[in-house]
């Protein structure tokens, strides 16, 4: 904020004769030094830097925020934070509450939380506690009445002793006879309105969970997914209720070990069984619901629809209308059965191919045990007709050698049948001049791939 | 709340605060009461002692005592002056500077004793040899002793505090490079504590004080008293300030421009020499010639390098003593004691000297300051009498002689502040700016505005001023000084005179300047009395006496303006000076904000 300081000069009447000053010339221009990064008025300046403000949108964000913090202050310091919680007028039963009786007060009541109870924060139970305190306090009730009767302010005490303890306000909160744990009778709830009934008895039961937040009952429309998400979690429900509250109080005065065993015993007994009937209520309650649910009706109906549209024929069923939940599960099924379908499909294929494979594979194993035979008959055809050597001349050793090395790699290079194809043509041609034609003629069909490596067959 | 932490990291003292319950910042003090806590730290076969505990170490121990670090922080070891008389030398062969001390480990675990038994035992008793600690030696960096002590600190500042702090701000001199600064951070992160911010020392001061901080700095209580005007009640907005630190081992002066808390440094002196040390030399001389003019012993302190062992001693000894006659010195006005026992060859001392023959000794190291902060004001051309205000830190400017010396330095209007306790200052504005930073608004980032204050800013050259035509001469009233960080505002208020109908302003750009007036001295009034040592104040009279006062003369007009005045309120008048360099200026009466006369350049 700018601050604005008064100057030792007063303004006059302007001199006779006074005229703007004619020459003016602009400011010298600035030079770089450096600053201390430190102190209230450099972090302004960053921050109208940093955020881009001018001098005049700076003024106004600081006044707001400051008269932001002056609000916040003073509703601090007047403590009207929840205003007239525990400042309401006592019932006069309330004020009469026997302070030895506390395990059958309402805690909540005598703090004046009476409309909150399990829902009331500690913050609240400590205000209320203190203004409580402020008006029932026994030195005061002395001053003004001079009665010496501190029996509701021991009350009071009690209840904010036992509701500031976590464990303590538990005990007491489970067993809080002011919330019933009463259900209507379900079947004579109408099917639109059953929604709106269940909500508030789940919302009230959810109170106990240990797992915070509860799934809630969720509309009429919820969708499968809610709905089953809503049963999930009240089938695995986990409560922290528990029935300390009415154990029986164990007898400090007598001596006898066994006495005092003896209830502990019983009280323990009796909180297991309250327990188990505590979740078998729920268990029950939870068991009739989802029977008579017509969400689950719904759904179930639902479903069904699509699964008959689909046997109808998919488009058939119906015109184009939005997909329900329902139909668009049974489109998805529908889908994933048509994927199935065409997996066995391919599946199929594969192994039909698979067969034909191996009976060509065992072909050629065949084959290639008879190639040696083939080849050794060719051989035998060449040899017999003097290595295609003009009539009277004998074949060189060089001759023969490279005529049946030819031979070696056109039978490598010819597939297995083609070789016993040569052999049958050669053995018809007998020998000489045709052997020979039967042969280069193979060679040339292997094309490309002989290139170069036959001279003699060539 | 965030709590966070001032720490003043010096170089022979660290001193640390806290913001209080009220949202103040107060120093604090450690464990042992102390809010002067000294770096040192001192290995003692097992023990460790760090802090005031580790100073009385010097005179045994001395070759295991570790002192006076911190300025070797980010240096290599050949950067450094390696030849410390009395603590523990550095490593020759390391890059870092490190020192090597002796201690004791403890001893290893016995194995556990077979379970007694009436039987004769059939081990051998253990060797007693064997649960004696073990002579070794540690080697520790400058950083590591650093974080060592930062993190002692910390530890006090948890125990007043019942809560770690969460983020601190360390001061650092003014000199300090950036691998310095970066090594204090490391070494302060080591300890446990992010560092907010390396906070310069003059900085920490000007923020402790809340100069420029009209309002502020008058509710704490903060103002300096001087002799003669108005500085001791009211905070002026734009203002130069000397921050003068005079520490243990070291001074240093910087001259500050401050335009309504903005700080701007104009000029920066430091001079290594001159220090606590001159003071702890003088009085060792002093103590030590009545030493021997007592007893007869001879005793020549300080001691050189050559001298022998039991003078060496007798130097600590005398040191450690003359640490507290300096304190009296400075807190009471009576004589201050200083005994020591068998100072040297079993002869104790004990003796005391007052304020005035104090003052006598040390009129010398004053002369050297009031001279350097002479040559600094002058390296940020000007002269003493532009000076607003002189800001103390450092426990040495506690001394009353030197703060009187300083203050006839300057005119009498001029303030020599010490209302913060010299010694405890920059902690405070270390904690403050810790403050400041934690608690910045929504949107901002400590980085982002910490980022913008690297590096040099465009600052206003000359003074930017009003004139009203037909009132003053050359001078001109001085709205935004030289060397404002831009963009900059200012608002001022003037007063209409009733009955005037239009008032007629004009903005100028000036220059400072010092006037010098010669003012014969009153010619004395001769009585009787004065007859005899007529001659003696001869000389003195004739001088005529020199009146500097700083004024600002008006240099070039920028533009002019004028306003009609319709109920015979306030004008208002604002002038705002652009990052570019062009000025807009506003004016308007009081309640009429909607129909300003306004002109830019």
Not at chain 1, 355 to 377: F, G, P, T
Not at chain 1, 426 to 440: F, H, T
Request: charged letters at 30%; aromatic letters at 6%; proline letters at 6%.
């Amino acid at each position: 904020m700018a601050s604005v300081v008064t100057l030792p000069i007063t303004f006059g009447a302007i001199p006779s004769g006074y005229s703007k000053p004619t020459s003016t010339s602009k400011p010298s221009p600035p030079i770089s030094l450096q600053v201390y990064p430190a102190g209230p008025s450099f972090i302004a300046s960053a921050r109208r830097q940093i955020l881009q403000r001018t001098f005049a949108e700076d003024d106004k964000a600081v006044e707001s925020s400051r008269a932001a913090a002056a609000a916040a202050a003073a509703n601090g310091a007047s403590g009207d934070l929840y205003p007239g919680l525990g400042e309401e007028q006592e019932a006069p039963e309330l004020l009469a509450s026997d302070p030895k009786e506390w395990k059958k007060q309402d805690h909540y009541a005598v703090l004046g939380l009476g409309n909150l109870r399990y829902k009331a924060n500690d913050e609240q139970i400590r205000i209320a506690h203190r203004r409580k305190v402020l008006r029932h306090h026994p030195d005061k009730k002395a001053a003004t009445s001079g009665a010496n009767d501190d029996a509701f302010f021991k009350c009071i005490q009690k209840a904010h002793e036992t509701l500031t303890n976590s464990d303590r306000r538990r005990q007491f909160d489970s067993v809080d006879w002011n919330i019933e744990d009463e259900v209507p009778d379900l079947k004579k709830i109408p099917a639109d309105q059953f929604c709106e009934v269940l909500g508030p008895i789940f919302a009230r039961e959810a109170r106990f969970s240990r797992i915070q937040p509860v799934p809630g009952f969720g509309g009429s429309d919820a969708s499968k997914k809610e709905v089953e998400g809503f049963y999930d979690f009240w089938y695995n429900f986990d409560s922290w209720r528990s029935f300390e509250w009415h154990d029986k109080e164990v007898n400090e005065g007598s001596d006898s070990r066994d006495d005092k065993r003896f209830t502990e015993k019983k009280n323990k007994s009796e909180r297991t069984r309250r327990k188990k009937e505590d979740n078998t209520r729920l268990r029950t309650l939870i068991d009739e619901v989802l029977a008579l649910d017509p969400r689950i009706k719904r759904i179930k109906a639902d479903e069904k629809a699509a699964r008959d549209a689909k046997k109808k024929g998919g488009v058939a069923g119906g015109p184009a209308k939005p997909l329900t939940p329902a139909e668009k599960k049974a489109a998805e099924e529908k889908r994933k059965a048509e994927e199935a379908a065409k997996a066995a499909e391919e599946k199929k294929n594969s192994e039909s191919s698979k067969a034909d494979r191996e009976a060509a594979k065992k072909a050629k194993e065949a084959a290639r045990k008879n190639l040696k035979k083939w080849k050794k008959s060719i051989a035998t055809v060449i040899t017999s007709s003097n290595y295609f050597q003009p009539a009277g001349a004998s074949a060189s050793p060089a001759i023969i050698e490279k005529q049946l090395g030819e031979l070696d790699v056109l039978c490598e290079l010819l597939e297995p049948e083609a070789v016993k194809d040569l052999k049958e043509q050669i053995e018809k041609a007998g020998s000489g001049e045709p052997a020979k034609a039967a042969l280069v003629a193979k060679v040339n069909e292997l094309g490309e791939k002989a290139e170069g490596k036959f001279t003699e067959f060539a | 709340m965030a709590q966070v932490l001032g720490i003043n990291f010096g170089q022979s003292y660290a001193s640390i605060a806290v913001i209080d319950k009220e949202g103040h910042p107060t120093c604090i003090a450690n464990e042992e009461g102390e809010r002067q806590i000294a770096c040192a730290i001192s290995y003692a076969g097992e023990q460790v002692y760090i802090g005031n505990g580790a100073k009385p170490h010097l005179v045994k121990n001395g070759k295991n005592t570790i002192m006076g670090f911190r300025n070797l922080l980010g240096h290599t070891y050949d950067e450094v002056d390696h030849t410390a008389i009395l603590t523990a030398p550095l490593v020759a062969d390391s890059e870092t500077p490190s020192y090597t001390v002796d201690i004791l480990l403890p001893p290893p675990r016995q194995p556990t004793p077979a379970p007694r038994s009436a039987a004769a035992s059939g081990t051998a008793t253990p060797n007693p040899a064997a649960s004696e600690p073990i002579p070794s030696t540690k080697t520790l960096t400058v950083p590591q002793v650093t974080s060592l002590f930062l993190s002692t600190l910390l530890a006090s500042a948890t125990d007043f505090l019942g809560a770690k702090p969460t983020a601190c701000v360390v001061s650092a001199p003014t000199w300090f490079t950036h691998a310095q600064t970066d090594a204090l951070r490391n070494a302060a992160k080591d300890a446990g504590i992010e560092v907010l911010q390396v906070l310069d020392e003059a900085a920490a001061v000007l923020v402790g004080y809340r100069v420029g901080l009209s309002q502020e700095r008058k509710e704490r209580g903060l103002l300096g008293k001087p002799e003669e005007g108005s500085a001791g009640e009211e905070e002026k907005r734009d203002k130069r300030v000397v921050v003068l630190d005079m520490g243990e081992t070291s001074l240093s002066i910087s001259v500050v421009a401050v335009a309504e808390g903005e700080y701007t440094v104009l000029a920066k002196g430091r001079e290594d020499k001159l220090g606590g040390r001159e003071f702890d030399n003088l009085l060792l001389k002093h103590f030590a010639k009545e030493f021997t003019k007592k007893t007869k012993v001879a005793l020549d302190l300080p001691c050189g390098p050559n001298a022998s062992e039991a003078d060496k001693r007798s130097e600590a000894k005398l040191r450690l003593a003359v640490d507290h006659t300096k304190r009296s010195l400075s807190a009471s006005t009576g004589a201050a004691t200083c005994a020591v026992e068998s100072l040297k060859d079993g002869m104790d001392l004990s003796t005391s000297i007052n304020r005035l023959r104090f003052d006598g000794l040390a009129a010398g190291v004053y002369r050297q300051v009031g001279q350097k902060l002479s040559e600094v004001v002058a390296s940020a051309k000007l002269d003493l009498s532009q000076i607003d205000e002189i800001l103390l830190a450092g426990s040495l400017t506690l001394f009353p002689g030197l703060q009187q010396h300083l203050a006839l330095l300057v005119p009498a209007t001029t303030p020599v502040t010490a209302t913060i306790d010299p010694s405890e200052v920059i902690a405070v504005g270390c904690a403050l700016q810790a403050l400041h930073l934690s608690t910045l608004e929504d949107g901002l980032q400590i980085e982002d505005v910490l980022a913008l204050g690297k590096g040099e800013v465009e600052c206003t050259s000359k003074p930017i001023g009003l004139v009203v035509p037909g009132q003053q001469g050359d001078e001109m009233i001085t709205l935004i000084p030289a060397g404002a960080p831009l963009p900059v505002r200012r608002r001022v208020v003037i007063p209409v005179k009733a009955g005037t109908e239009r008032v007629a302003l004009e903005i100028w750009e000036g220059k400072d300047e010092v006037k010098v007036e010669k003012v014969d001295p009153v010619p004395r009034e001769k009585t009787v009395d004065d007859e005899d040592d007529e001659d003696e104040d001869e000389d003195e009279d004739d001088e005529p006496e020199e009146i500097k006062t700083p004024v600002t003369l008006k240099v070039t007009c920028i533009g002019a303006t004028e306003l009609d005045i319709h109920e015979g309120r306030d004008v208002l008048v604002e002038v705002i000076v652009q990052k570019s360099g062009g000025v807009q200026v506003r004016v308007w009466e009081d309640g009429h904000q909607g129909h300003p006369s306004t002109f830019e350049v």
